[in-house]
């Protein structure tokens, strides 16, 4: 079965900083997903990625699948308090295999 | 408004009993699907469904119960049998076609009295 490993397991950065966060599969991957998550919340779906060397953007985060499809990570320009919250990735068709979530707080 | 609603936010359970969590969702979507998500961990797959009448265990169905007899309802019942079921609960569901992104209702949070 496939695993998910994310890196950091969390995070503390000054308001203003760039991140970045990595999600690493031991497989191959068909169909990356990003989602945020506000603690004791639901999941925000952020972005999909599908193909190698595929990135997308939306307002300041930045998603990339490698080459290979088998890491992606996420990239957060001149973080915001409102940035601050739990990062999961997750994969698969249909049944989505998730990583263990990065802990991001943002100090103003 | 379209979305998915998960009912109660908070449940507590005493000892043999068994609880129902409710998901419904109005978005038409085929697939719905039950994680479980406890600290620190990612979310686990309990049960999930794409097609009403018929279902599928995850990864951790043990000590959990499903039904699908409507398309937009997929509710969760934790039985007795599961000895640790303090937990959050989510419910997703999405598509079958194509993209199939998976959204998310804001969760149950289970504990044991």
């Known amino acids: 079965s496939q695993e998910l490993e994310q890196s950091p397991q969390s995070l503390i950065v000054q308001e203003g900083k760039n991140l970045t966060i990595n999600c690493t599969s031991s497989?191959?991957?068909?169909?990356l997903y990003w989602y945020k998550q506000k603690y004791g919340e639901g999941l925000i779906f952020l972005m999909m990625?599908?193909?190698?060397?595929e990135e997308k953007s939306h307002e300041k985060i930045t998603a990339k699948l490698d080459e290979k499809k088998q890491q992606s990570s996420l990239h957060i320009t001149a973080s915001q308090p409102s940035h601050a919250g739990i990062y999961l990735c997750?994969?698969?068709?249909?049944?989505?295999?998730f990583g263990q979530g990065t802990i991001l707080t943002v100090h103003p | 408004d379209g979305g998915i609603t998960q009912s109660p936010k908070y449940l507590f359970r005493k000892e043999g009993q068994n609880v129902t969590l409710s998901c419904e969702q109005n978005?038409?979507?085929?697939?719905m699907y039950w994680y479980r998500q406890d600290p620190g961990q990612g979310l686990r797959l309990i049960y999930y469904?794409?097609?009403?009448?018929?279902?599928q265990k995850g990864d951790i169905a043990e000590g959990y119960s499903v039904s699908r007899e409507k398309k937009e309802s997929f509710p969760l019942t934790v039985t007795s049998a599961q000895k640790n079921p303090t937990a959050f609960y989510l419910c997703?569901?999405?598509?079958?076609?194509?993209?199939?992104?998976?959204?998310f209702g804001a969760g149950t949070r289970l504990s044991v009295l």
């Open positions: 997750g994969a698969g068709y249909g049944k989505l295999t």
């Open positions: 997703a569901s999405s598509w079958l076609a194509g993209v199939n992104i998976q959204y």
């Open positions: 469904s794409q097609i009403v009448n018929d279902f």
């Open positions: 497989k191959t991957l068909y169909g």
């Open positions: 990625l599908q193909k190698g060397g």
């Open positions: 978005l038409n979507h085929d697939a």
